[in-house]
T-cell receptor, first 122, second 113 residues
Framework: GAGVSQSPSNKVTEKGKDVELRCDPISGHTALYWYRQSLGQGLEFLIYFQGNSAPDKSGLPSDRFSAERTGGSVSTLTIQRTQQEDSAVYLC????????????????????FGAGTRLSVL | GQNIDQPTEMTATEGAIVQINCTYQTSGFNGLFWYQQHAGEAPTFLSYNVLDGLEEKGRFSSFLSRSKGYSYLLLKELQMKDSASYLCAVKAWVSGGYNKLIFGAGTRLAVHP
């Protein structure tokens, strides 16, 4: 597709269940980011992928959170044993690799966002 | 540490001009982005400043002063559809060896007739 696609758009789950959130980045974007946005808060960085590797996992709140990316494209964020405080909008963004050029122009590394998955843990 | 401050809420009148300020204290500064986010939607890119000065793009302009750690987003000829949150984000080189975007909490702008 033309933009970043995330699914599901909404997810309601019971406390203690596991959930999987999916992100399909813009074709050709090798960098992928996950953020969390709680009501009235800014975007909280979770994890960054360059290709299939994750150089920065520093934002993952606990070991219940994990993410993977296969084939340099689709990424899944998994939350195990969900808690009520996990309720938030989970946003995915993708960008060209830092320092890459398109038609000779240095990429600004603009991150393009998906519409997010609204997770509600009851 | 990394810190970004912007006002929580602002209101303005249709047709007017509004300036949204952003101050930051970060290490490894490599540029500043402004994003617009309508309720329930994805943040969308508005502007990028890496050098001091004003960048103009239609009704929107963004200014940066690196020495003061200060930026503003200027919206002219406000329209009702400009009611949204405006996110200031600093691009900073971090120890992981890449540029990371650090977001402020956003400024919720309400435009009224």
């Amino acid at each position: 597709g033309a933009g970043v696609s995330q699914s599901p758009s909404n997810k309601v789950t019971e406390k203690g269940k596991d959930v999987e959130l999916r992100c399909d980045p813009i074709s050709g974007h090798t960098a992928l980011y996950w953020y969390r946005q709680s009501l009235g808060q800014g975007l909280e960085f979770l994890i960054y992928f360059q290709g299939n590797s994750a150089p920065d996992k520093s934002g993952l709140p606990s070991d219940r959170f994990s993410a993977e990316r296969t084939g340099g494209s689709v990424s899944t964020l998994t939350i195990q044993r969900t808690q009520q405080e996990d309720s938030a909008v989970y946003l995915c963004a993708s960008s060209l690799k830092e320092g890459s050029r398109t038609s000779g122009i240095l990429a600004k590394n603009i991150q393009y966002f998906g519409a997010g998955t609204r997770l509600s843990v009851l | 540490g990394q810190n970004i401050d912007q006002p929580t809420e602002m209101t303005a009148t249709e047709g007017a001009i509004v300036q949204i300020n952003c101050t930051y204290q970060t290490s490894g500064f490599n540029g500043l982005f402004w994003y617009q986010q309508h309720a329930g939607e994805a943040p969308t890119f508005l502007s990028y400043n890496v050098l001091d000065g004003l960048e103009e793009k239609g009704r929107f302009s963004s200014f940066l002063s690196r020495s003061k750690g200060y930026s503003y987003l200027l919206l002219k000829e406000l329209q009702m559809k400009d009611s949204a949150s405006y996110l200031c984000a600093v691009k900073a080189w971090v120890s992981g060896g890449y540029n990371k975007l650090i977001f402020g909490a956003g400024t919720r702008l309400a435009v009224h007739p």
